[in-house]
Every structure is written in C-alpha cells, then in structure tokens.
C-alpha cells in the first residue's frame, strides 16, 4: 500500500488486510512508520448517525518511503499493489516503482496489478507514463506485458482527523460506513485479486467520470455554498434547504450528461445521487467546507470536477446552470482567499487562468452569478437565477 494516509490506512489497507493479505505500507512520514512496525495494527472508526463501530485492522507492517531498496523489494515481491499519495505525488513515486518492477522483472516475477487510487483522470496512462521515463526497451515490454494498471474510484469519505477524533491515538482513522471499491475490470493483468468489496467493472471511464463530476463536483458545490454562508460543516451546508436544491440540480445536469454520454440508465445514478446527499449530511463526519474547498487552484483546473463537469454537459447539449454556480462560488472564495479586489475582471481573468474558460455561453452566466455573489445575495437568489437560465433553455432534459 504506497502511502499511508487517510485512504491508504482508512480504507485500502483495511479492505486488503480484511481480505486475507499482510499489508505493508510504503510512506515517507518516519514517525508513521515506526508505530505501524512497533504495533504492528491500526484503529478505524467507522462513522454514521446512529454512532460508531471500531475495527482493529491488522497484519500490517510499513517501509520508509526513502528507503529505495526496502521499497523495490517490496514491490518485487508483493501479490497487489495499490497507490493513494495524492495526485501531486503521484509522479514522484514513479522511480521507486520503477525499480521495484525491474526487480520482480530480474527474480521472474508473476503479473502484478497496481490499483491507482487517486483523484486524477486517466490516473493509469499516466502513471505508466511517469513509470516508462525510468525503464529500457526490454523492461518497458515486460512492463506493458505483465502489469496491470487499474484505475479505481474512491468513493469513501474521509475528513480530516482531529485530536478530537484520534483520541490521542495518532494511528486511528476516522470514515464513513460506505466501502465499495470500483476498479477498471479491463485493466487487469492475469488473475483478478481476491479483494474484499472490490467492484470490477466495464467500461470503468463511467464511473471515473461519475465519481468526478457528480461526487467530487457536488461536494465542492455544497462546500463553496457553505463557505458563502459562513457555514463550518459540509452536513450544516446541505442541511440548507436552497444549498441541498442547487447541490442535486447540478449532480443532476451531470447525471443526464453522462446517460447521454455511456448510455447508464438516470435512475440508477440518481439512486447514487440520493445516497451521495444522505452520506454529505453525516454530521458524525464532521467535515469542513473548508476541508472540501481546498485547493481551488486544482478544482478550478480544466478537467477536474466542475470545470470538466460543465465541459461534459456542454458536448451533450446540457445546459450547466446549476453546476455554473458553483463554478462562481469557487471563484468567489479564490479571490476572497487570495485577498483580491472582488471585481467582474479579476473573477473572468481567474477563471481563464486557472481552467482556460473562455466558453462565450458559459462565461458571461457564471459571471452573472458571481456579480449576485458580490452584491450579498441570498442562496435563494441564486437558486432562482439558475432556475431562470434553465427555463432559457428549455430543450434540456433536466
């Protein structure tokens, strides 16, 4: 498990350690690392409205991520192999797997499957493609032969953990219940791993996508609704009832794209949109909207969860009203971070930079949204405008 996390720790390690395997953690936090070799477990709470439920996840050890040779060795070796270090990170773990897949190469290893557990579209190309830099031709062919990169899509939600949480237990990880694991079905490499709610599927671009642009981009609409309203907590947010309106209208513009798009029935996504609003008022959680918001700069980038959101709606003929204010929300709350004059220019300039928006029908509507944004209005407001936008274009399904 190549990183120790949240998610390595909170819910890819716990499945695979309930699945039978001993799992190593790789991470670069020595302290972590020694209290995982010395105890030799870890705690997980597993977090809902009606209280909570301990699992002591075991048979675990870990390596210091600095530590090359113990690294390689252990990827030599392994029988799965995940990642969850982040988007950022990713590329700079590339050398270290690199060389652990010579190795396995040298020793006449068996196929390995690498599931990539990361917020990041085509995670697996270009993962590969990070991991080619460091391997010659014979090793590149060994590699395209008998590895299997396998994209998955977290769906857990973890908050950040406080003193509060971890009840002075520094390895304790706090989640919510949900638990199912989607991995691209197509990716593997020989047999598929025996993993605990390990859900392979075909094509898994969808529930890429599905991820991103209702999940992702739904939490992130909720949370810059919420930071509008001065509102600490994701569950206080969509416990607004115009917030909770906006949020599943623009997972909605999403779910009607993607049925265009891969042909999933609405009504089986939205059954995951309704959990998805269930699961964000987990109060037990206690998630920020600041935690969600965070890091605009990457939200805001051209095909993450809001940007390409309104970009897939817009190749399906979907007008992104709903999604649009969010887009405004999170721009509001960039140039209030940054300390900015909350001016039209600054807002269009921001958007162009930071995710190349120069669309000349969604431009001026998120605009007009923020203009609402800076004037004080209400989230009603808000709502009513989008509401006016959608009724401006009528031939939408939504």
């Not at 996840?57 to 029988?79: L, P």
């Not at 969509?238 to 891969?262: R, T």
């Not at 004059?341 to 923020?370: C, K, N, V, W």
């Amino acid at each position: 498990m190549y990183g120790a996390g949240n998610i390595g720790r909170g819910f890819i390690g716990m499945l695979l350690s309930q699945s039978g395997y001993r799992v190593t953690m790789i991470d670069v936090s020595k302290p972590l690392v020694d209290a995982l070799n010395l105890r030799g477990s870890y705690p997980v709470r597993m977090l809902d409205t009606d209280g909570h439920e301990d699992v002591l996840v075991e048979s675990v050890d870990a390596i210091d991520g600095m530590n090359e040779t113990a690294v390689a060795e252990a990827i030599a070796n392994t029988d799965v192999m995940a990642t969850a270090v982040g988007a950022n990170i990713l590329p700079r773990i590339a050398k270290n797997i690199a060389l652990g897949l010579k190795l396995r190469m040298n020793h006449g290893g068996r196929p390995l499957n690498i599931l990539i557990c990361e917020n990041l579209i085509d995670a697996n190309v270009a993962l590969t493609g990070w991991i080619s830099e460091h391997l010659d031709e014979a090793e590149l062919a060994w590699m395209n032969a008998n590895v299997g990169f396998v994209e998955a899509s977290i769906g857990r939600m973890v908050p950040v953990q406080t003193p509060d949480m971890q009840e002075d237990d520094p390895l304790r990880v706090c989640v919510e219940r949900y638990g199912y694991l989607p991995v691209d079905k197509d990716a593997f490499r020989g047999e598929l791993p025996e993993i605990r709610n390990m859900v392979p599927f075909s094509p898994f671009d969808f529930y890429i996508r599905r991820k991103l642009y209702i999940h992702n981009m739904g939490h992130a609409v909720t949370a810059y609704l919420g930071m509008y309203e001065h509102l600490p907590l994701i569950a206080d947010a969509i416990d607004d009832p115009e917030i909770y309106i906006l949020a599943f209208q623009a997972m909605l513009e999403s779910a009607v794209a993607l049925f265009y798009k891969y042909g999933v029935p609405v009504s089986e996504t939205l059954r995951h949109i309704q959990d998805l609003l269930l699961r964000f008022a987990n109060r037990s959680l206690g998630d920020t909207c600041a935690r969600v918001g965070a890091d605009i700069v990457r939200k805001l980038a051209a095909s993450d969860r809001l940007i390409g959101a309104v970009r897939l709606c817009r190749e399906q003929g979907i007008t992104p009203a709903y999604i649009c204010v969010g887009i405004a929300g999170a721009v509001y709350a960039y140039l209030k971070e940054k300390d900015s004059e909350q001016t039209r220019e600054h807002a269009s300039q921001t958007l162009e930079q930071l995710s190349g928006m120069t669309d000349s029908f969604l431009l001026p509507m998120i605009l007009r949204y923020y203009d609402l944004l800076v004037s004080g209005c209400t989230i009603r407001d808000l709502r009513r405008a989008a509401q006016r936008e959608k009724a401006g274009n009528s031939y939408d399904v939504v």
